[in-house]
């Protein structure tokens, strides 16, 4: 983060990235001195509400972000800046979206947690966008010209008035990560489940183990009366998330039940003295590392690995198939996971694999319409993923590694209904150890 009196006194110039949190209610003038290098702007956490009529001199602007400002009205003026390609305002006051408001290479668009009743049909001519969160607003309603951004593959439009299902997201031919629950059209009766409540007195936390969009996970001592256990806990953080409400999340984990290669969970928590909700889980060996990182600006959509990983053709075997068999379970019991990644996925060295973060799932009726649909939208999902670990495997043409080309592709075809299912996936494996 650098400050103001270092913009001010020049000491920044020439600057490709610049990063300010100083309660800042206009913006700074001084800021154009870096008109002609700058590529990254971070203005969050501000007090902005508006942009200069110029913002379009920043050129080679490629990514801004003014999330937790005070802004009312998208800027228009971003349509104009002719290299931005990513845009932030997550947690402001955003009710208007202009038409043509949208830069038209714009590539990830996040506007979650605002007050958005409406998108500009505009949007539509947005071909390159591939990242869209819009989760936590009031929107009742996409429009159909969004039907034209073919590239879409991540859609966060979670906790929303959306009255029915916006049938032509199902045309996409990209679109892998689609994030719905929380909204009219999608309510679930919340899940009767036989899980114990836990007391948070009983508890004792220690470590992070982890942190999300959505909670905390801390390793922590269960005492009973009789045993004391280690165990993980998760305390959801109990605001809207860029996947949507904690409580769905909640609901698609205790529905999940239990499987080898899902993370199991012992009981809810009870009485929190912040009154949150959350999680007893069991807990994962310390000898289980994160497959990948997330996505990076650059990737967008794609996960990212460690300079020097590999993978050889039966890692890669073994862990695909521990995937699709949790998620064959997870289909079978009408949950979307929606966020279907390496970096939700923990692995050992001998490529046991758990799998988890329902952050983004959405519960559905098995009898749905769209049933086969959702399903197979993971099922791309689940071909990046395969996609991305054979990105990391450098030996040479052999049958296995063949084989596992061919059910990747297959798995991302265009037409969603000619991609397998989960259980035709887990039986090509089955033939192949």
């Known amino acids: 983060m650098q400050t103001i009196q270092q913009l001010r006194s020049g000491e920044l110039r020439g600057s490709?990235?610049?990063?300010?949190?100083?309660?800042?209610?206009?913006?700074?003038?001084?800021?154009?001195?870096?008109?002609?290098?700058?590529?990254?702007?971070?203005?969050?956490?501000?007090?902005?509400?508006s942009l200069p009529n110029n913002f379009s001199d920043f050129k080679k602007l490629k990514i801004a972000f003014f999330s937790d400002n005070d802004f009312v009205s998208f800027p228009e003026v971003l349509a104009k800046c002719p290299s931005l390609t990513m845009i932030g305002f997550k947690s402001n006051k955003i009710n208007h979206i202009p038409e043509n408001a949208f830069p038209v290479d714009l590539q990830w668009l996040i506007l979650t947690n605002n007050c958005i009743t409406e998108i500009p049909?505009?949007?539509?001519?947005?071909h390159k966008l591939q990242k869209v969160a819009f989760a936590g607003n009031q929107i009742k309603a996409l429009p159909v010209e969004m039907a034209n951004c073919k590239n879409l593959e991540l859609l966060r439009i979670a906790a929303n008035q959306l009255t029915e299902f916006p049938?032509?997201?199902?045309?996409?031919?990209?679109?892998?990560?689609?994030?719905?629950?929380?909204?009219?059209?999608?309510?679930?009766?919340?899940?009767?489940?036989?899980?114990?409540?836990?007391?948070?007195?009983?508890?004792?936390?220690?470590?992070?183990?982890?942190q999300g969009a959505s909670g905390v996970i801390s390793k922590a001592t269960w005492q009973t009366s009789l045993t004391q256990k280690e165990i993980a806990v998760k305390v959801f953080k109990?605001?809207?998330?860029?996947?949507?409400?904690?409580?769905e999340e909640m609901n698609a984990c205790i529905a999940a039940g239990?499987?080898?290669?899902?993370?199991?969970?012992?009981?809810?928590?009870?009485?929190?003295p912040d009154q949150k909700m959350g999680l007893v889980l069991e807990l994962i060996p310390p000898s289980f590392k994160n497959l990948a990182g997330p996505p990076s600006f650059d990737t967008c959509t794609r996960d990212t690995f460690k300079e020097a990983t590999q993978f050889?053709?039966?890692?890669?075997?073994?862990?695909?198939?521990?995937?699709?068999?949790?998620?064959?379970?997870?289909?079978?019991k009408g949950i979307m996971h929606g966020d279907l990644y390496a970096h939700n996925t923990l692995f050992d060295d001998k490529a046991n694999t758990i799998f988890g973060d329902f952050?983004?799932?959405t519960l559905y009726d098995l009898n749905d319409k769209n049933a086969a649909y959702l399903e197979k939208l993971d099922v791309r999902a689940f071909g990046c993923l395969m996609e991305d670990l054979l990105n990391q495997n450098f030996e040479t043409t052999n049958s296995l590694k063949d084989s596992l080309i061919e059910l990747k592709d297959s798995c991302m075809k265009e037409e969603i209904l000619k991609r397998p299912s989960f259980e035709i996936i887990c039986n090509y494996f089955l033939q192949r150890r």
């Open 121 to 126: 049909k505009s949007i539509g001519k947005a």
């Open 167 to 210: 049938q032509w997201l199902l045309s996409l031919p990209r679109l892998s990560w689609l994030a719905y629950a929380g909204n009219p059209f999608s309510k679930t009766e919340y899940i009767k489940d036989e899980l114990p409540l836990i007391e948070w007195k009983d508890l004792t936390l220690k470590e992070i183990l982890g």
């Open 312 to 332: 050889s053709s039966e890692i890669i075997l073994k862990i695909s198939q521990s995937i699709a068999d949790a998620a064959k379970h997870l289909h079978s």
């Open 359 to 361: 952050g983004a799932a």
């Open 238 to 247: 109990g605001e809207v998330t860029s996947d949507g409400f904690p409580e």
């Open 16 to 49: 490709k990235i610049l990063k300010l949190s100083c309660e800042l209610t206009e913006f700074p003038k001084e800021i154009f001195e870096l008109k002609e290098t700058l590529e990254i702007l971070d203005l969050s956490n501000n007090h902005l509400s």
């Open 258 to 272: 239990n499987h080898n290669h899902l993370v199991t969970v012992i009981g809810k928590l009870k009485n929190h």
